[in-house]
Protein backbone atom coordinates (compact mmCIF):
# COMPACT_ATOMS: atom_id res chain seq x y z
CA UNK A 1 0.00 0.00 0.00
CA UNK A 2 1.28 3.09 -1.00
CA UNK A 3 0.25 6.89 0.38
CA UNK A 4 1.38 10.07 -1.51
CA UNK A 5 2.17 13.67 -0.72
CA UNK A 6 1.76 13.45 3.10
CA UNK A 7 4.20 14.74 6.10
CA UNK A 8 5.81 12.61 8.11
CA UNK A 9 6.04 11.90 11.25
CA UNK A 10 8.79 9.66 11.58
CA UNK A 11 9.11 8.28 15.92
CA UNK A 12 10.58 4.77 15.91
CA UNK A 13 10.61 2.96 19.71
CA UNK A 14 12.39 0.14 20.80
CA UNK A 15 10.45 -2.49 18.50
CA UNK A 16 8.52 -0.36 16.51
CA UNK A 17 9.11 1.28 13.10
CA UNK A 18 6.56 3.19 11.69
CA UNK A 19 5.25 6.39 9.89
CA UNK A 20 3.46 7.78 11.99
CA UNK A 21 4.53 5.10 14.45
CA UNK A 22 1.78 5.71 17.35
CA UNK A 23 2.07 6.66 20.35
CA UNK A 24 0.04 8.67 23.27
CA UNK A 25 1.89 11.59 21.68
CA UNK A 26 0.64 10.74 18.36
CA UNK A 27 -2.77 10.42 18.75
CA UNK A 28 -2.66 14.13 20.18
CA UNK A 29 -0.53 15.08 17.40
CA UNK A 30 -2.27 13.00 14.35
CA UNK A 31 -5.65 14.39 15.63
CA UNK A 32 -4.84 17.82 15.61
CA UNK A 33 -3.35 17.85 12.03
CA UNK A 34 -6.85 16.09 10.95
CA UNK A 35 -8.56 18.82 12.94
CA UNK A 36 -6.28 21.67 11.26
CA UNK A 37 -8.01 20.19 7.82
CA UNK A 38 -4.75 17.43 6.86
CA UNK A 39 -5.23 14.64 5.43
CA UNK A 40 -2.97 12.41 7.84
CA UNK A 41 -2.74 8.70 8.69
CA UNK A 42 -1.05 6.65 11.04
CA UNK A 43 0.66 3.27 11.19
CA UNK A 44 1.25 1.43 13.58
CA UNK A 45 2.95 -2.09 13.86
CA UNK A 46 4.45 -3.62 16.96
CA UNK A 47 7.26 -6.11 16.84
CA UNK A 48 6.66 -8.47 19.57
CA UNK A 49 9.18 -8.71 22.13
CA UNK A 50 11.93 -11.88 22.41
CA UNK A 51 9.41 -13.14 24.70
CA UNK A 52 6.49 -13.12 22.29
CA UNK A 53 5.02 -9.97 23.69
CA UNK A 54 2.49 -8.00 22.13
CA UNK A 55 0.35 -5.43 22.59
CA UNK A 56 -2.26 -2.88 21.30
CA UNK A 57 -2.96 0.61 19.69
CA UNK A 58 -1.01 3.14 21.90
CA UNK A 59 2.33 2.68 21.76
CA UNK A 60 4.70 2.56 24.46
CA UNK A 61 3.51 4.79 27.17
CA UNK A 62 0.53 3.45 27.21
CA UNK A 63 1.00 -0.28 26.95
CA UNK A 64 4.46 -1.08 28.12
CA UNK A 65 5.38 2.18 29.53
CA UNK A 66 4.21 5.34 32.05
CA UNK A 67 0.64 3.69 32.42
CA UNK A 68 1.58 0.36 33.59
CA UNK A 69 4.27 1.17 35.22
CA UNK A 70 2.57 4.00 37.47
CA UNK A 71 -0.10 1.43 38.43
CA UNK A 72 1.92 -0.67 39.70
CA UNK A 73 4.09 1.77 41.63
CA UNK A 74 0.90 2.06 42.99
CA UNK A 75 0.46 -1.10 44.21
CA UNK A 76 3.69 -1.02 45.75
CA UNK A 77 2.82 2.28 47.74
CA UNK A 78 -0.63 0.63 49.06
CA UNK A 79 1.78 -1.88 50.47
CA UNK A 80 3.97 0.66 52.42
CA UNK A 81 0.67 2.64 53.31
CA UNK A 82 -0.83 -0.79 55.09
CA UNK A 83 2.06 -1.38 56.94
CA UNK A 84 1.88 2.27 58.20
CA UNK A 85 -1.78 2.27 58.43
CA UNK A 86 -1.42 0.01 61.81
CA UNK A 87 0.67 3.22 63.47
CA UNK A 88 -2.20 5.25 62.78
CA UNK A 89 -4.56 2.89 64.61
CA UNK A 90 -6.00 0.54 61.42
CA UNK A 91 -6.43 -3.23 63.18
CA UNK A 92 -4.36 -4.94 60.14
CA UNK A 93 -3.67 -8.79 60.18
CA UNK A 94 0.25 -9.44 60.19
CA UNK A 95 0.29 -11.15 57.72
CA UNK A 96 -0.47 -9.83 54.30
CA UNK A 97 0.53 -11.13 50.76
CA UNK A 98 0.05 -9.61 46.51
CA UNK A 99 -1.85 -11.42 44.20
CA UNK A 100 0.32 -11.10 41.03
CA UNK A 101 -2.40 -11.91 38.98
CA UNK A 102 -5.28 -9.78 40.35
CA UNK A 103 -2.49 -6.81 40.15
CA UNK A 104 -1.79 -7.28 36.21
CA UNK A 105 -5.38 -8.58 35.26
CA UNK A 106 -6.36 -4.94 36.26
CA UNK A 107 -3.69 -3.07 35.09
CA UNK A 108 -3.78 -4.82 31.86
CA UNK A 109 -7.90 -4.35 31.74
CA UNK A 110 -6.91 -0.39 31.70
CA UNK A 111 -4.46 -0.52 29.61
CA UNK A 112 -7.07 -2.18 27.02
CA UNK A 113 -9.33 0.17 27.58
CA UNK A 114 -6.87 2.87 26.89
CA UNK A 115 -6.45 1.42 23.11
CA UNK A 116 -9.78 1.22 22.50
CA UNK A 117 -10.36 4.94 23.27
CA UNK A 118 -7.46 5.79 20.90
CA UNK A 119 -8.84 4.03 18.23
CA UNK A 120 -12.14 5.82 18.88
CA UNK A 121 -10.23 9.30 19.12
CA UNK A 122 -8.24 8.36 15.42
CA UNK A 123 -11.84 7.71 14.23
CA UNK A 124 -13.80 10.61 15.65
CA UNK A 125 -11.16 12.81 14.07
CA UNK A 126 -11.13 11.02 10.45
CA UNK A 127 -7.35 9.69 10.78
CA UNK A 128 -6.57 6.53 8.69
CA UNK A 129 -5.01 4.52 10.84
CA UNK A 130 -3.15 1.31 9.46
CA UNK A 131 -1.41 -1.52 11.64
CA UNK A 132 1.13 -2.13 9.20
CA UNK A 133 5.21 -1.38 9.32
CA UNK A 134 6.49 1.08 7.14
CA UNK A 135 9.12 2.34 5.10
CA UNK A 136 10.16 4.80 2.50
CA UNK A 137 10.10 4.27 -1.07
CA UNK A 138 10.78 7.54 -2.04
CA UNK A 139 10.35 11.66 0.13
CA UNK A 140 6.79 11.51 -0.76
CA UNK A 141 5.91 7.98 -0.85
CA UNK A 142 5.22 5.50 2.26
CA UNK A 143 5.14 1.62 1.76
CA UNK A 144 3.46 -0.61 4.08
CA UNK A 145 3.06 -3.97 4.80
CA UNK A 146 1.67 -6.09 7.46
CA UNK A 147 3.54 -8.38 10.11
CA UNK A 148 2.57 -11.73 8.76
CA UNK A 149 5.60 -14.04 8.51
CA UNK A 150 7.61 -12.41 10.78
CA UNK A 151 9.99 -14.41 12.90
CA UNK A 152 11.46 -13.35 16.44
CA UNK A 153 15.03 -14.01 16.86
CA UNK A 154 15.75 -16.46 19.85
CA UNK A 155 18.32 -14.21 21.06
CA UNK A 156 18.47 -13.56 25.14
CA UNK A 157 15.62 -16.56 25.21
CA UNK A 158 15.93 -16.58 28.84
CA UNK A 159 15.32 -13.03 30.00
CA UNK A 160 12.27 -10.55 29.55
CA UNK A 161 12.46 -6.68 29.30
CA UNK A 162 10.05 -4.09 30.60
CA UNK A 163 8.15 -4.89 27.62
CA UNK A 164 7.66 -8.14 29.26
CA UNK A 165 6.59 -7.66 32.97
CA UNK A 166 3.64 -5.33 32.44
CA UNK A 167 2.21 -8.28 30.40
CA UNK A 168 2.91 -11.32 32.13
CA UNK A 169 0.04 -13.36 33.88
CA UNK A 170 2.26 -14.94 36.70
CA UNK A 171 4.69 -13.71 39.14
CA UNK A 172 7.95 -12.81 38.83
CA UNK A 173 9.16 -14.24 41.59
CA UNK A 174 12.76 -13.85 42.55
CA UNK A 175 14.16 -11.33 39.84
CA UNK A 176 17.50 -9.77 38.84
CA UNK A 177 17.46 -6.79 37.09
CA UNK A 178 20.36 -5.76 34.80
CA UNK A 179 20.43 -2.27 34.30
CA UNK A 180 20.46 1.18 36.40
CA UNK A 181 18.29 3.05 33.79
CA UNK A 182 14.98 4.61 35.55
CA UNK A 183 13.16 1.89 33.89
CA UNK A 184 15.35 -0.52 36.11
CA UNK A 185 15.45 1.16 39.29
CA UNK A 186 11.21 1.60 38.43
CA UNK A 187 10.77 -1.93 38.18
CA UNK A 188 12.82 -2.97 40.39
CA UNK A 189 10.49 -0.69 42.80
CA UNK A 190 7.09 -1.85 42.39
CA UNK A 191 8.69 -5.88 42.23
CA UNK A 192 10.37 -5.01 45.98
CA UNK A 193 6.99 -3.41 47.13
CA UNK A 194 5.25 -6.02 45.98
CA UNK A 195 6.93 -8.48 48.42
CA UNK A 196 9.40 -9.95 45.62
CA UNK A 197 12.90 -10.70 46.08
CA UNK A 198 15.07 -8.41 43.83
CA UNK A 199 18.68 -7.47 43.02
CA UNK A 200 19.72 -4.83 40.50
CA UNK A 201 23.14 -5.11 38.86
CA UNK A 202 24.76 -2.09 38.07
CA UNK A 203 27.87 -2.12 35.45
CA UNK A 204 28.64 1.87 36.34
CA UNK A 205 26.56 4.22 37.64
CA UNK A 206 22.78 4.24 38.21
CA UNK A 207 20.53 7.26 36.35
CA UNK A 208 22.80 8.18 34.30
CA UNK A 209 22.42 11.41 33.06
CA UNK A 210 20.42 12.56 36.22
CA UNK A 211 21.67 14.58 39.15
CA UNK A 212 24.48 12.09 40.70
CA UNK A 213 24.06 13.39 43.97
CA UNK A 214 20.37 12.39 43.74
CA UNK A 215 20.80 9.58 42.32
CA UNK A 216 22.41 8.03 45.18
CA UNK A 217 19.52 8.83 47.42
CA UNK A 218 17.52 7.15 45.20
CA UNK A 219 19.08 4.32 45.32
CA UNK A 220 19.76 4.86 48.83
CA UNK A 221 16.47 4.59 49.78
CA UNK A 222 15.41 1.65 47.45
CA UNK A 223 18.47 -0.37 49.49
CA UNK A 224 16.75 0.30 52.95
CA UNK A 225 13.41 -0.47 51.59
CA UNK A 226 14.50 -3.79 50.53
CA UNK A 227 16.49 -3.92 46.71
CA UNK A 228 19.55 -5.38 46.89
CA UNK A 229 22.37 -4.21 44.80
CA UNK A 230 25.25 -5.36 42.64
CA UNK A 231 27.32 -2.47 42.00
CA UNK A 232 29.90 -2.65 39.49
CA UNK A 233 29.51 -6.08 38.29
CA UNK A 234 28.11 -7.64 34.41
CA UNK A 235 26.46 -11.01 34.03
CA UNK A 236 28.48 -13.38 31.91
CA UNK A 237 26.07 -16.19 31.40
CA UNK A 238 22.46 -17.27 32.16
CA UNK A 239 21.85 -21.25 32.33
CA UNK A 240 18.16 -22.48 32.71
CA UNK A 241 18.45 -25.12 34.83
CA UNK A 242 16.04 -28.86 35.38
CA UNK A 243 14.38 -27.22 37.92
CA UNK A 244 13.56 -24.25 35.72
CA UNK A 245 15.29 -21.38 37.94
CA UNK A 246 17.98 -19.34 35.96
CA UNK A 247 21.75 -19.79 37.49
CA UNK A 248 23.19 -16.20 36.44
CA UNK A 249 27.03 -15.84 36.39
CA UNK A 250 28.50 -12.14 36.53
CA UNK A 251 32.15 -10.69 36.94
CA UNK A 252 32.77 -8.50 39.84
CA UNK A 253 34.38 -5.23 37.96
CA UNK A 254 36.40 -4.75 40.99
CA UNK A 255 37.59 -7.78 42.21
CA UNK A 256 37.80 -9.81 38.99
CA UNK A 257 35.77 -12.77 40.71
CA UNK A 258 32.45 -14.66 39.33
CA UNK A 259 29.70 -15.41 41.28
CA UNK A 260 26.76 -17.23 40.50
CA UNK A 261 23.40 -17.05 41.86
CA UNK A 262 20.00 -18.71 40.67
CA UNK A 263 16.62 -16.27 40.06
CA UNK A 264 13.16 -17.04 38.94
CA UNK A 265 13.79 -14.06 35.99
CA UNK A 266 16.15 -11.79 34.54
CA UNK A 267 14.59 -8.27 33.50
CA UNK A 268 17.03 -6.78 30.81
CA UNK A 269 16.72 -2.81 31.31
CA UNK A 270 20.21 -1.34 29.85
CA UNK A 271 18.76 1.03 27.05
CA UNK A 272 17.10 1.88 24.43
CA UNK A 273 17.92 1.49 20.73
CA UNK A 274 16.59 3.10 17.74
CA UNK A 275 15.33 1.24 15.25
CA UNK A 276 15.47 3.22 12.13
CA UNK A 277 17.47 0.44 9.77
CA UNK A 278 13.86 -1.23 7.96
CA UNK A 279 12.61 2.45 7.42
CA UNK A 280 14.87 2.90 4.24
CA UNK A 281 16.05 6.70 5.55
CA UNK A 282 19.42 6.97 3.98
CA UNK A 283 17.85 5.60 0.42
CA UNK A 284 15.75 8.90 0.76
CA UNK A 285 18.33 11.36 2.40
CA UNK A 286 17.28 11.71 5.98
CA UNK A 287 20.51 12.04 7.98
CA UNK A 288 20.71 9.63 11.16
CA UNK A 289 23.74 9.56 13.70
CA UNK A 290 25.37 6.69 12.84
CA UNK A 291 26.37 5.63 16.67
CA UNK A 292 22.48 6.02 18.05
CA UNK A 293 20.73 5.84 15.15
CA UNK A 294 18.71 8.67 15.62
CA UNK A 295 17.54 11.23 13.30
CA UNK A 296 19.52 14.54 13.11
CA UNK A 297 16.85 17.50 13.21
CA UNK A 298 16.61 20.87 13.43
CA UNK A 299 15.09 23.00 15.72
CA UNK A 300 12.03 23.16 13.64
CA UNK A 301 11.86 19.36 14.13
CA UNK A 302 12.77 19.26 9.81
CA UNK A 303 15.32 16.46 8.56
CA UNK A 304 17.70 16.87 6.04
CA UNK A 305 15.21 16.28 3.77
CA UNK A 306 12.39 19.76 3.71
CA UNK A 307 9.06 17.57 3.93
CA UNK A 308 10.18 15.05 6.23
CA UNK A 309 10.00 15.59 10.09
CA UNK A 310 11.15 13.64 12.98
CA UNK A 311 9.84 14.17 16.64
CA UNK A 312 9.61 12.28 20.13
CA UNK A 313 12.19 9.78 21.01
CA UNK A 314 14.00 8.86 17.05
CA UNK A 315 15.22 12.55 17.05
CA UNK A 316 18.62 13.30 18.30
CA UNK A 317 19.32 15.08 21.34
CA UNK A 318 15.42 15.31 22.13
CA UNK A 319 14.04 14.16 25.54
CA UNK A 320 13.04 10.73 25.62
CA UNK A 321 9.21 12.08 27.36
CA UNK A 322 5.71 11.28 26.14
CA UNK A 323 4.59 14.87 27.17
CA UNK A 324 7.64 16.74 25.37
CA UNK A 325 6.68 14.98 22.32
CA UNK A 326 2.79 15.33 22.36
CA UNK A 327 3.97 19.21 22.68
CA UNK A 328 6.56 19.36 19.88
CA UNK A 329 3.80 17.27 17.50
CA UNK A 330 1.03 20.14 18.26
CA UNK A 331 3.63 22.97 17.55
CA UNK A 332 4.63 21.34 14.20
CA UNK A 333 1.23 20.70 12.87
CA UNK A 334 0.48 24.54 13.79
CA UNK A 335 3.05 25.37 11.94
CA UNK A 336 2.68 22.98 8.71
CA UNK A 337 -0.53 24.65 8.32
CA UNK A 338 0.61 27.91 8.56
CA UNK A 339 -1.31 28.69 12.16
CA UNK A 340 1.84 30.02 13.98
CA UNK A 341 5.36 29.82 13.55
CA UNK A 342 6.17 28.52 17.46
CA UNK A 343 8.97 26.46 18.02
CA UNK A 344 9.39 23.83 21.07
CA UNK A 345 11.64 24.81 23.67
CA UNK A 346 13.46 21.99 25.31
CA UNK A 347 14.78 23.57 27.79
CA UNK A 348 13.52 23.01 31.28
CA UNK A 349 11.44 19.65 30.66
CA UNK A 350 10.67 18.33 34.31
CA UNK A 351 10.58 14.52 34.74
CA UNK A 352 9.79 12.31 37.99
CA UNK A 353 11.31 8.89 38.59
CA UNK A 354 8.74 6.68 40.29
CA UNK A 355 10.94 4.76 42.31
CA UNK A 356 9.38 4.09 46.13
CA UNK A 357 11.21 7.11 47.04
CA UNK A 358 10.19 9.57 44.38
CA UNK A 359 12.72 12.12 42.68
CA UNK A 360 11.38 15.11 40.45
CA UNK A 361 13.58 17.27 38.72
CA UNK A 362 13.37 19.67 36.32
CA UNK A 363 16.64 21.87 34.79
CA UNK A 364 20.09 21.49 35.15
CA UNK A 365 21.65 18.86 37.76
CA UNK A 366 24.75 20.03 39.91
CA UNK A 367 27.18 18.42 37.80
CA UNK A 368 25.79 20.48 34.77
CA UNK A 369 25.52 23.77 36.15
CA UNK A 370 29.05 23.72 37.65
CA UNK A 371 30.23 22.37 34.08
CA UNK A 372 28.74 25.35 32.00
CA UNK A 373 28.99 28.07 34.97
CA UNK A 374 31.99 27.28 37.20
CA UNK A 375 31.62 25.80 40.67
CA UNK A 376 32.26 29.24 42.09
CA UNK A 377 29.35 31.20 39.71
CA UNK A 378 26.88 28.66 41.31
CA UNK A 379 24.76 28.89 44.49
CA UNK A 380 23.34 25.82 45.46
CA UNK A 381 20.41 25.73 48.08
CA UNK A 382 19.33 22.55 49.81
CA UNK A 383 17.40 20.65 52.88
CA UNK A 384 16.83 17.27 54.62
CA UNK A 385 13.26 17.37 55.33
CA UNK A 386 10.72 14.84 56.91
CA UNK A 387 6.96 14.63 55.18
CA UNK A 388 4.86 15.19 58.14
CA UNK A 389 3.09 11.23 56.98
CA UNK A 390 6.43 9.95 57.79
CA UNK A 391 6.30 11.35 61.24
CA UNK A 392 3.37 8.83 62.92
CA UNK A 393 4.71 6.03 60.61
CA UNK A 394 7.94 6.15 62.26
CA UNK A 395 9.44 6.11 58.34
CA UNK A 396 13.16 6.99 57.56
CA UNK A 397 13.48 9.99 56.05
CA UNK A 398 17.09 10.12 56.11
CA UNK A 399 16.98 10.97 51.68
CA UNK A 400 13.61 12.93 52.03
CA UNK A 401 15.91 15.80 50.31
CA UNK A 402 15.79 19.38 48.13
CA UNK A 403 18.21 21.05 46.40
CA UNK A 404 17.47 24.39 44.14
CA UNK A 405 20.79 25.34 41.98
CA UNK A 406 20.90 28.80 41.30
CA UNK A 407 23.14 31.36 39.57
CA UNK A 408 24.96 33.16 42.55
CA UNK A 409 25.07 36.64 41.34
CA UNK A 410 22.50 38.71 40.13
CA UNK A 411 18.80 37.89 40.98
CA UNK A 412 20.23 34.42 41.47
CA UNK A 413 18.06 32.49 38.28
CA UNK A 414 17.25 29.20 39.44
CA UNK A 415 18.87 26.84 37.09
CA UNK A 416 17.70 23.15 38.25
CA UNK A 417 15.49 21.76 41.26
CA UNK A 418 15.73 18.58 42.50
CA UNK A 419 12.99 16.82 45.39
CA UNK A 420 12.45 13.66 46.45
CA UNK A 421 10.24 12.60 48.81
CA UNK A 422 6.13 11.45 48.16
CA UNK A 423 4.38 12.72 45.19
CA UNK A 424 6.93 14.57 43.68
CA UNK A 425 5.81 14.37 40.25
CA UNK A 426 3.12 16.30 41.87
CA UNK A 427 4.99 19.00 43.38
CA UNK A 428 8.03 18.95 40.48
CA UNK A 429 5.12 19.60 37.87
CA UNK A 430 3.96 22.73 39.93
CA UNK A 431 7.30 24.46 39.93
CA UNK A 432 8.47 23.40 36.67
CA UNK A 433 5.63 26.34 35.44
CA UNK A 434 8.06 29.19 37.17
CA UNK A 435 11.36 27.96 34.73
CA UNK A 436 8.83 29.37 32.04
CA UNK A 437 8.56 32.44 33.50
CA UNK A 438 12.32 32.67 34.67
CA UNK A 439 11.82 31.71 37.98
CA UNK A 440 14.77 33.03 40.67
CA UNK A 441 15.63 32.37 44.11
CA UNK A 442 14.08 35.65 45.19
CA UNK A 443 10.27 34.29 43.53
CA UNK A 444 11.02 31.17 45.84
CA UNK A 445 11.54 33.00 48.99
CA UNK A 446 8.47 35.72 48.17
CA UNK A 447 5.86 32.47 47.68
CA UNK A 448 3.50 31.36 50.75
CA UNK A 449 4.10 28.11 51.23
CA UNK A 450 0.63 25.69 51.71
CA UNK A 451 0.78 23.98 55.28
CA UNK A 452 1.77 21.24 55.97
CA UNK A 453 2.91 20.15 52.49
CA UNK A 454 6.35 18.57 51.27
CA UNK A 455 6.25 21.18 48.91
CA UNK A 456 6.48 24.34 51.16
CA UNK A 457 10.26 22.97 51.64
CA UNK A 458 10.88 24.11 48.52
CA UNK A 459 9.99 27.65 49.58
CA UNK A 460 11.84 27.66 53.30
CA UNK A 461 15.30 26.68 51.85
CA UNK A 462 17.65 29.45 53.37
CA UNK A 463 20.59 27.25 53.79
CA UNK A 464 23.79 26.80 51.03
CA UNK A 465 26.04 23.88 50.66
CA UNK A 466 29.16 26.60 50.74
CA UNK A 467 27.97 27.40 54.15
CA UNK A 468 28.38 24.37 55.22
CA UNK A 469 25.99 24.44 57.78
CA UNK A 470 23.62 21.48 58.79
CA UNK A 471 20.11 21.62 56.16
CA UNK A 472 18.48 19.58 58.37
CA UNK A 473 14.59 20.80 58.68
CA UNK A 474 13.59 21.35 62.21
CA UNK A 475 9.99 21.80 64.02
CA UNK A 476 7.41 21.76 61.36
Request: charge should be neutral.
Given at each position: ???????????????????????????????????????????????????????????????????????????????????????????????????????????????????????????????????MKGSLVDTH????????????????????????????????????????????????????????????????????????????????????????????????????????????????????????????????????????????????????????????????????????????????????????????????????????????????????????????????????????????????????????????????????????????????????????????????????????????????????????????????????????????????
Amino acid sequence: MFLSKIVYHLYTFRKASSFVDFHTKTSHWSGGSAQLGQRVAVLDYVEPSLKGTKWGLGGTCVNVGCIPKKLMHQAALLGTAVKDARKYGWQIPESLSHDWSTMAEAVQNHVKSLNWGHRVQLQDKKVKYLNMKGSLVDTHTIRAVNGKGKEVPGAMEFGITSDDVFWLKESPKKTLVVGASYVALECAGFLTGIGLDTTVMVRSIALRGFDQQMSGLVTDYMEAYGTKFSWKCTPKSIEKLPSGLLRVTWMDLNTKEEHQDTFNSVLWAVGRASETKTLNLEKVGVEINKETGKIIVATDEATSVPNIFAIGDIAEGRPELTPTAIKAGKLLARRLVGHSTELMNYDNVATTVFTPLEYGCVGLSEEEAERRHGKDQIEVYHAFYKPLEFTVAERDATQCYIKVVCLREGDQRVLGMHFTGPNAGEVTQGFSLGFQCGLTYEHLRNTVGIHPTCAEELIKLNITKRSGLDATVTGC
